[in-house]
């Protein structure tokens, strides 16, 4: 659902581009709040598997068309809405600067359609209601359907509407919906039941992630309080290992058939060439290279990781209580 820069005008790229900023410093204000020790390397590595993940295009049966996932609600789940929203903020900035994968004039836009409507709508307002505290899996495959099916259908609503506003390109409302719509139902459904699965996964080997997010607590300060404190390093691992496996295989197992919004456009006007300039940081445009997988991935920790940092440079992170207590306990 990447838009291209020949889809968007200057004045709604404008307009999408303080939006994003906005919500880019209100998602910096509260990550400086958070007192997780264990966020800055769970955005890294979960950013580098939404990277890795988003290139194996899935193809859609019977319609010539494919879709990857946008991980907005996976990533919220296990983090956070505000935290998972700068983590896919930063894989689509690295998208779009090094990969040419949507236009720079178009990137506030797609973080709109594709990173504030995942993990500020999607996940707060459908999935969580949805999936309550509960780590069954019935629950959390339902609640990961419904929230990336209308992620994905917001997103495409708001595609629609921003190259209609932009006026540049001869596509119909009504026909480019009629198109947008049913195609991204289905992709959103095949997002949902995959996050359902992942969830499940989670759920059911470190139910305490999923409920900490359910229960509005931090996991590291709530584990060391019952001292019971479980590292999170497995997590790190397992989500590593997901983006280093995605990353090499992604030439061999993704699909060649053009995405949801390249086949509506397809459809509409009879050809997909709607690309844009490769900026000058493009170094692997279209994802040329076979490294391109593990290269993007390790760009994504570190942006994530400078971002983190440059954030949280003056703030001292509380001490959890009990370790305080400790500290000052009489020595026998």
Known sequence: MHMADALVS?????????????????ASRQIRKDTRQSLIPLMGVLGAFVFAAQM???????????GHIIGGVLVAALIGPWAAFLTICSVLI???????????LALGCNIINMGAVSTLIAYPLIYRPIAGTSTKPWRLIAASAVACTVGLELGALLVTFETEASGITALPLSTFLMFMLPIHLVIGLLEGLATGAVLSFVGSSRPDLLLAQ?????????????????????????????????????????????????????KV?????????????????????????IVGATMVIVLLWALTSLISRHVNRPVPIVEKVKDHEPQR
Do not use: H
Request: proline residues 8%; charged residues 15%.
């Open 56 to 66: 194996i295009n899935f193809a859609i049966p019977g319609t010539g068309s494919s």
């Open 269 to 293: 006007a009879g050809n997909v060439e709607m690309g844009s300039v490769a900026p000058p940081t493009a170094i692997m445009p279209d994802y040329e290279n076979s490294f391109s997988g």
């Open 214 to 266: 359910a229960e509005g607590r931090y996991p590291d300060v709530e584990t060391e309080r019952n001292k019971k404190r479980k590292r999170l390093w497995p997590v790190i691992l397992w989500f590593g290992l997901g983006a280093l496996v995605l990353g090499i295989c992604f030439t061999w197992i993704a699909s060649g058939d053009p995405d949801g919004l390249e086949w509506s456009i397809s």
């Open 10 to 26: 200057p004045p709604v790229a404008i307009t999408a581009g303080v939006v994003a900023v906005a919500l880019l410093a209100v």
């Open 94 to 104: 690295i998208q779009c600067l090094v990969f040419a994968d949507g236009g720079m």
